[in-house]
């Protein structure tokens, strides 16, 4: 249970972390149907934001579950090592969590991959496409909780159960975004806020992580000293 909690929370802190949330607004313009130069989208769009944020949400989590797919088979063929496997994605967190800090500067972790989709006029099945290719396109933020849920999927006793963590972790993304396009307009005094304390909330969501992983490293030590 612990795991699910977990990844949820990694979910809402993917969202409020610096480098989403300041894109934050530009995604909404490209779901209204509005250019990046736009002051807002115009009020006759908002539905149309709603049902495209429903589509982009639906386009990473297929990304993320089927990830969590791959992760829990290997971690399924590894299962007679899980006190092993604990401790070493523990480990991962916690490297995960002082990349996030600052503390260490992880390359691969803090390398961006950009792409450029045609986002001109999103209807619901183009902004799932924009979804899946926002899964794809991994900014630091992203892949730092997005590894660390993968590194929970891992230790999954099924392929059902990595997949199900994965589910989780993309709600905790997909419910507040889609509840921010509901109330775009109304919230944007409170993203300002977020980007101002961006640092702190850095800290903060990275002490999180290392304390996470250390818990994950102490229940696989513990198993190995049971074992003896």
Do not use: H
Not at 106 to 130: H, T
């Amino acid at each position: 249970m612990i795991s699910y909690v977990l990844t949820f929370a990694e979910g809402i802190l993917t969202f409020i972390s610096p480098c989403i949330l300041s894109m934050l607004p530009v995604y909404m313009l490209y779901l209204a149907g509005a250019r990046t130069g736009a002051d807002n989208a115009p009020p006759s769009r908002k539905n149309r934001l709603i049902v495209n944020s429903l589509g982009f949400a639906a386009g990473f989590t297929i990304v993320f579950v089927t990830l969590g797919a791959a992760a829990a088979i290997m971690g399924t063929l590894l299962q007679r090592n899980r006190p092993v496997l604990l401790m070493v994605s523990g480990a991962f967190m916690v490297l995960f969590g002082l990349n996030f800090t600052g503390v260490l500067r992880i390359g691969f972790l803090n390398a961006e991959k950009r792409f450029s989709p045609k986002v001109d006029n999103l209807r619901f099945w183009s902004s799932v496409l924009f979804g899946i290719v926002f899964g794809f396109g991994w900014s630091p933020c992203l892949g730092t909780f997005l590894g660390s849920a993968l590194a929970l999927a891992g230790n999954s006793k099924t392929v059902a159960e990595g997949m199900l963590l994965l589910l989780v972790y993309s709600a905790g993304l997909a419910i507040p975004f889609i509840i921010s396009a509901a109330i775009f307009e109304n919230v944007r005094g409170l993203f300002s806020w977020f980007n101002r304390n961006s640092r702190i909330i850095r800290i903060i969501s990275g002490i999180l992580l290392i304390a996470a992983g250390v818990w994950f490293f102490k229940d696989g030590l513990v198993l190995i000293l049971d074992r003896r």
